[in-house]
């Protein structure tokens, strides 16, 4: 068996989603992201590049 290093993405949010739709908000709360600067380290598949696309106004990609 060989262990391959999991691709990671982080992911930073930098502008409140106060005021945007509740699924978008739903989607920050589901990439692990709370207040204002705070950070999340995800693996880097399919379904979480979609969700940081869908809110890509509120996030930053480290």
Sequence with gaps: ???EAKKT???KLVK?????????????RGLG??????QSV??????V???INKISYLVQVL
């Excluded at 409140?16 to 920050?28: A, L, N």
């Excluded at 992201?33 to 705070?38: A, I």
């Excluded at 995800?42 to 379904?47: G, I, R, S, V």
């Design 1 to 3: 068996m060989t262990t």
């Design 9 to 11: 993405v982080t992911v």
């Design 16 to 28: 409140s989603p106060i005021g945007c739709k509740q699924s978008h908000r739903d989607t920050v």
């Design 33 to 38: 992201l709370r207040k204002l600067n705070s």
């Design 42 to 47: 995800l693996e880097d598949t399919p379904a």
């Design 49 to 51: 590049r979609g969700m």
